[in-house]
């Protein structure tokens, strides 16, 4: 079993950057598809980059060329770099973790339960 903590979220002025970070445990990483989901106001949970265990990534298209998503597999770890940040952007980032790749788009519920692992969340606030 694997578990996650997302770290790094807070505010920012529009244009700038952050880079989250997600740590998982050291002995099971590497048989785990990552990804990147969030829920920012007023929407839907989306998830928005992904990697698999051999490294292709997938990012939402409309983050393309903002957003990139990296992993670490000697540190356990996974990153999200976010730059020119908006407004919009604002809201709870989650870090997930499957056997299978993780979805972009729309969660449901029933689909973030069935993820083996997510984190608590780390708050991105972007003001204008």
């Known amino acids: 079993q694997v578990e996650v903590v997302a770290s790094g979220g807070g505010s920012v002025q529009a244009g700038g950057s952050l880079r989250l970070s997600c740590a998982a445990s050291r002995y099971t990483y590497r048989k785990y598809c990552m990804g990147w989901f969030r829920q920012v106001l007023g929407k839907e949970r989306e998830g928005i980059a992904s990697?698999?265990?051999?490294?292709?990534?997938d990012v939402a298209d409309s983050l393309k060329g903002r957003f990139t998503i990296s992993r670490d597999n000697a540190e356990a770890t996974l990153y999200l770099q976010m730059n020119s940040l908006k407004p919009e952007d604002t809201g709870t980032y989650y870090c997930?973790?499957?056997?299978?790749?993780?979805?972009?788009?729309?969660?449901?519920?029933?689909?973030?339960?069935?993820?083996?692992?997510w984190g608590q969340g780390t708050l991105v606030t972007v003001s204008s």
């Open positions: 997930a973790a499957d056997r299978v790749p993780v979805a972009l788009g729309r969660y449901s519920l029933y689909y973030v339960k069935s993820l083996d692992a």
């Open positions: 990697v698999d265990i051999d490294g292709r990534i």
